[in-house]
T-cell receptor, first 113, second 115 residues
């Protein structure tokens, strides 16, 4: 089955700096890569996703890049703000409209003033 | 607004007891999932369903069961609770748009403690 590795497990940045979280996946058939943000006491919420037919996607301060050859994808947050502090999860899913998600182990991002 | 709700939010139970966690979604999604979240392990899939009367085992299904009698609900049952099942449990649902799946929406979670 699919295996997703995520690094780093914790990340501390100063407000205004950029943050980068990296994930690798094992199944070359995976074609959908979402990123979730989880705030304390809440369920994960989708912040951005990318499909295997594109290499990069941006949404305001958030961007995701995908390298299918190397089987890795990354989340980039620019101009970080205190409200970006949360746990971030990457995930991967295979082909088929009902395929299940396999998650990474999460990155705790702390944005300091 | 459509939503996905879990109940209870917190539960304490004794070892050996049967426990059922409820998950109800009003998105009319075909796909429903149960995950457990533990420190250092992220979100691990317990069971999932692609439609009514369909259920499938995930990577950590031992000691758990689910049933899908309608579109809206996927209850998770711990047959005989064990201390190793102390965790935070999340339910999620997703659907299909054209040839792609939609995003998965998560509930708020149920914190289960087995003593």
């Amino acid at each position: 089955g699919e295996n997703v590795e995520q690094h780093p497990s914790t990340l501390s940045v100063q407000e205004g700096d950029s943050a980068v979280i990296k994930c690798t996946y094992s199944d070359s058939a995976s074609n959908y890569f979402p990123w979730y943000k989880q705030e304390l006491g809440k369920g994960p919420q989708l912040i951005i996703d990318i499909r295997s037919n594109v290499g990069e996607k941006k949404d305001q301060r958030i961007a995701v890049t995908l390298n299918k050859t190397a089987k890795h994808f990354s989340l980039h947050i620019t101009e970080t703000q205190p409200e970006d502090s949360a746990v971030y999860f990457c995930a991967a899913s295979g082909p088929g409209t009902a395929s299940k998600l396999t998650f990474g182990t999460g990155t705790r991002l702390q944005v300091t003033l | 607004d459509a939503e996905i709700t879990q109940s209870p939010r917190h539960k304490i139970t004794e070892t050996g007891r049967q426990v059922t966690l409820a998950c109800h979604q009003t998105w009319n999604h075909n796909n429903m999932f149960w995950y457990r979240q533990d420190l250092g392990h992220g979100l691990r899939l317990i069971h999932y369903s692609y439609g009514v009367h369909d259920t499938n085992k995930g990577e950590v299904s031992d000691g758990y069961s689910v049933s899908r009698s309608n579109t809206e609900d996927l209850p998770l049952t711990l047959e005989s609770a064990a201390s190793s099942q102390t965790s935070v449990y999340f339910c999620a649902s997703s659907s299909i748009q054209g040839t792609f799946r939609t995003e998965a929406f998560f509930g708020q979670g149920t914190r289960l403690t087995v003593v």
